[in-house]
């Protein structure tokens, strides 16, 4: 009479099944994250070109710059998302209009502090309602990094330079640009200062091609 077999998984066999479960396991979530930022990398570049295309026209519309972009330290806070959607240049949250046919701040809206980068609205999303009433910035470090910054020619002389600089100084070695309005935004890390340029180049979107 045969004897049952005992064949079954030794231990260093296991072990090795294991490791290989655990090195696809990292090969995913390499791929997922590289995927995601890539994602985001490329809602960021259109957010700036939008954003860039939306304040052109505005200017072209009424050959002026409206004193929410002048008074905005060169962010894309809600005052200017406002501005933007009510002259149905952006299509954003910003605002709606209440039973009373009011205009007024929809809190619901990730936008609803200004617009950010992906990175920046993974924060946002995260901060309960009640930290900030109509829009106004939370006390936020981190979200700040995130918000997305712009610069116009604010004498209409056809170039981005030094004169304009009320919005504060432009990105790059202070060479004028020339454009009417330039918009960018920040990776992953954010802003290095907190006023124009990125901690990683690389991960900076802008409107604007590096000849101009």
């Given at each position: 009479?045969?004897?049952?077999?005992?064949?079954?998984?030794?231990?260093?066999?296991?072990?090795?099944?294991?490791?290989?479960?655990?090195?696809?396991?990292?090969?995913?979530?390499?791929?997922?994250?590289?995927?995601q930022?890539?994602?985001?990398?490329?809602?960021?570049?259109?957010?700036?070109?939008?954003?860039?295309?939306?304040?052109?026209?505005y200017?072209?519309?009424?050959?002026?710059?409206?004193?929410?972009?002048?008074?905005?330290?060169?962010?894309?806070?809600?005052?200017?998302?406002?501005?933007?959607?009510?002259?149905?240049?952006?299509?954003?949250?910003?605002?709606?209009?209440?039973?009373?046919?009011?205009?007024?701040?929809?809190?619901?809206?990730?936008?609803?502090?200004?617009?950010?980068?992906?990175?920046?609205?993974?924060?946002?999303?995260?901060?309960?309602?009640?930290?900030?009433?109509?829009?106004?910035?939370?006390?936020?470090?981190?979200?700040?990094?995130?918000?997305?910054?712009?610069?116009?020619?604010?004498?209409?002389?056809?170039?981005?330079?030094?004169?304009?600089?009320?919005?504060?100084?432009?990105?790059?070695?202070?060479?004028?640009?020339?454009?009417?309005?330039?918009?960018?935004?920040?990776?992953?890390?954010?802003?290095?200062?907190?006023?124009?340029?990125?901690?990683?180049?690389?991960?900076?979107?802008?409107s604007?091609?590096?000849?101009q």
């Amino acid at each position: 009479m045969k004897r049952a077999s005992n064949k079954g998984f030794t231990l260093v066999e296991m072990l090795v099944v294991i490791g290989i479960i655990g090195l696809l396991i990292g090969v995913l979530t390499t791929g997922f994250s590289y995927s995601q930022t890539l994602a985001w990398q490329t809602r960021s570049q259109e957010l700036v070109s939008n954003v860039a295309t939306a304040m052109g026209t505005y200017l072209l519309n009424e050959r002026s710059w409206p004193d929410e972009f002048l008074r905005s330290n060169g962010n894309v806070n809600n005052e200017v998302c406002k501005v933007l959607q009510e002259a149905s240049l952006l299509d954003v949250a910003t605002v709606k209009t209440d039973a009373n046919g009011v205009t007024v701040i929809n809190q619901n809206s990730p936008e609803r502090f200004g617009l950010f980068s992906p990175w920046g609205q993974r924060i946002v999303r995260k901060i309960p309602l009640v930290t900030a009433s109509l829009g106004a910035l939370p006390a936020n470090a981190e979200l700040q990094k995130h918000i997305l910054q712009f610069r116009v020619d604010v004498d209409l002389d056809g170039k981005i330079d030094s004169n304009d600089a009320v919005l504060g100084p432009i990105p790059g070695n202070g060479d004028p640009i020339r454009a009417s309005v330039i918009v960018w935004s920040c990776g992953p890390q954010g802003k290095a200062d907190g006023k124009t340029g990125a901690k990683n180049s690389q991960d900076n979107r802008q409107s604007w091609s590096g000849s101009q």
